[in-house]
């Protein structure tokens, strides 16, 4: 396999606050391959959105990285100046939101939006950059572009808009989308088609996409790939079909079997009691989990686990993994 | 998104309720509010001299050393000493003396007492009639809020001082006597209370409106309370945060109007001087050299008004979560 | 199910909007008024001890509906009744209070369905205040004593899985999921016997969802409720619902018993409401979905609402509006003329 275009490696992000510092992201490793779909699920407040503000360089204070490094192809671009950051920001990685209607300038036209898009990047005419937007609505499904290019975003309905947004993030050719939520805001049916768009541009123009969302899913639909990440850190990475039909972190396996089915109505659905932990002032020297863990054993509670490779999947779970001797107590 | 970043909750996973055994103000000192009070060195200056000021105010027949209201302890012959740093002073006199012989000093405490107490109570007045109509407004809805936003758009074309004018003119034409001086403190009172009422009333309404299309209110009709019983023990706790900010902000304004319209005659009389009435008696003065009658009350007034400004603007960006 | 009374019956239920400018713009602009139907005739039964389930995407007005039924809105047209008692939005007569301490509703948002300023406890003994303890059928309404309201508020904390002494605690001191529970134990409090749940889980995450869907069939068991369930989710509704009604714009368009509905749905929006949810047992696979989204309901299209979208439809669908029949509302599916699914 080929270097990954994106690497993050033991990324930690804390939150400054009046009482000392908050964990909000801990130990957090991955990849995504070149036209590779990686999706990233995990509760709300597991650190899936923040990670991808982390790659963007978006993190505002109080919040900042401490520690790790990101790697856009082998190059490493946290901590980069807002000046360099700006050239990989929009032409190498885009972003977009799950609001579509917050993404676009409502006092715009969609053409003129996507025009000065384009021109930002690239050296293109008034007439080519429009060209250039045409065949870019058209390529995200938008029916008749040549009309539609000059409709404001309040004309278009919830998935045109949401395809508009793709549509400009688009524009400076990226090679990564970091997509949050992108289809949580959508009707299911709408939601189908967006999933289906992203698939087609990923394979299409060999992008890379991530994928954030708390829907397995559309990330079971979606992705190739997939991090689990639970309580700011990644538990468990692995093709999506592993993931899914046998997961090795008791979490995922209890966040796959707790998805209610259309196939049948169970008795009763799996649950995994309790929630999820708030932010903790330092890396927790055990296993987050270890409190809703049914499989929890000594080491669960005195030591986190590390991150184990396992064939094409990694987990961080002492089930999976030599317990270090003086561990049990 | 990690909105309420607490400290590590999954060993114990629900908190023990020690929170609520630690005392209130405990509690208090260690909120987040209390820390952005301290944070800011301005605001606690702003905060201990808006203090200072409310304990003289309130303890102005203790602390001061004259009544200046008393006949028995004004004489004219002290009239205009100046303050005791000066040459020709009297050493009774901290700051001097007016025209009428009574001690700048127990004047401004006594002035300031009058002051705050008309801003406050106007203010307060003010409140309550901006707040129950900013609720009925917002909560009724159609007709009713078209109706009460009308008169308080129309409201907001007149200045204070006409409205004093106009209740004054309207109190001394109902009771029909000259005694203007009994009565020129509720008409300040209800004058100005009258001025600022639109300010709650809009903040209220746009608050309740958001409000009573919570689900929380939602729960209470469902369970049968009726509109009254939901404005007040639903609806209006959750829409005092901005309250309280307005109140702070407009006392400062609520004083700066009592002492315009006391300066210029419409307000209280000299027998019960405020703030603004010693600065009117000292204007009089102020070109014969006697600066020190209208000085003191007027460097009073600024420092009052700015403090509790300050403190206003540090209320509306603390209670604020955006701004934090 | 030994006991088949009917509940609930929701007749001929409309409820229409006004969407208009205000007055004087539309005069100037000569506008007309213009109405947002929201409900467009809706009709169904709910026995008592089951799950009737609406489904449908945003802007169907299944919502709009849950609010009916309960009365927290004014229906336009149609009635609902409770054991033959009409519910009315406003209503305040003894009779009213009678009926509505028998209806609750689950809100969608736990964050905004407590009210941020008052301790659980209160939260919870604020039905039991208003309507009396709870009795075996007939009782009367007295006023509870503040410690049996208060022994009553512990109960209904364990019952729904929280500690009696959270009741000395505010809302932003419990997850999205405990404050779930909260509200569950305030719709609880009075007795009720029929609980409206609009969207209850769609605000929570995957694993606590299915704690709270638990909790609340384990609850349905134990005190014979029923549920009016409003929902977009089909894997949510699939698991809680014994009976499902799809809307589309305003319109029941298909209603039936959950089993049938999911193995063999009949109309042509229901079918590709099953083909698009996303699924863990999708993996890998590629799908067509259906194109277009759906339109403004201010301005629905003529016909049958669902003709721009659906690929079966004749000249029919487009003039004529299809009555629901059998369950289904669509012409092509009444005559037997829609392909079979497995083709």
Known sequence: MSAPLLSVRKLRVEFATRKGPLVALDDVSFDIARGEVLGVVGESGAGKSLTGLAIMGLIDPPGRIVSGEIL?????IDHLSEDRMRLIRGPR?????????????????????????IRAHQPLSAQAARQKAIGLLGEVGIPAPEQRVDSWPHEFSGGMRQRVVIALAMCAEPELIVADEPTTALDVSVQAQ?????????????LSVMLVTHDMGVIAETADRVAVMYAGRVVETGPVREVVHAALHPYAQGLMAAIPTLETRAVRLAQIPGSMPRLAPRTRPYCAFHTRCDKRFEPCSSIAPPVTRMGGREVACWLHEPVPAGAAR | MTAEPL??????????GTDERRGRFARLLDSDIMASFLASKLTVLAGFVTFAFLIIALFAPLIAPFNPFDPAQVFLIDARDPPIWMAGSDPRFLLGTDDQGRDMLSALFYGLRVSLLIGGLGVLLSALIGVTLGLIAGYAGGRIDALIMRIADIQLTFPAILIALLVDGVVHALLKSGGREDTAFGVM????????????ARTVRGSTLVERNKDYVHAARLIGLRSPQILWRHVLPNVLGPVLVIATINLALAVITEATLSFLGVGLPPTQPSLGTL?????????????????FPGITLAVLVIAVNMLGDWLRDALNPRLR | MSEARTLVEVEGLRRTFDVSRPWLTRMLAREPQRFLK??????FDIKAGETFAIVGESGSGKSTVARMVVGLLEATAGKVTIDRFEIRAGADSVEARRVRRRIQMIFQDPFASLNPRWRVGDIIAEPIIAFGMPKPAGGRDDAPSPEATRRRVGELL?????DPVDARKYPHQFSGGQRQRIAIARALAAGPDFIACDEPTSALDVSVQAQILNLMRDLQEQLGLTFLFISHNLSVVRHMATRVGVMYLGKLVEIGNAAELFARPRHPYTRMLLDSVPDLSMVGKDRTPVAGEIPSPIDPPKGCAFHPRCKFAVDICRIDVPPLIDGVACHLAQDGRLPDLSS
Not at chain 2, 279 to 295: C, H, K, P, Q
């Open chain 1, 72 to 76: 856009l192809d082998g190059e490493r």
């Open chain 1, 93 to 117: 990685i885009a972003m977009i939101f799950q609001d579509p209607l917050t993404s676009l300038d409502p006092l715009f036209t969609v053409g003129d939006q996507l025009v000065e898009t």
């Open chain 1, 194 to 206: 967006i999933i289906r768009l992203l698939k087609r541009l990923a394979r299409e123009r060999g």
């Open chain 2, 7 to 16: 400290i590590d909750t999954d060993i114990t996973p629900r908190t023990d």
């Open chain 2, 189 to 200: 009172v209800l004058s100005i209370g009258l001025s600022f009422w639109v300010q709650y």
């Open chain 2, 279 to 295: 600065i009117r008696i000292g204007n009089a003065y102020l070109f014969s050299g006697e600066w020190w009658i209208v000085a």
């Open chain 3, 38 to 43: 929201a409900v467009d005739g809706v009709s």
């Open chain 3, 158 to 162: 364990g019952l729904v899985g929280l």
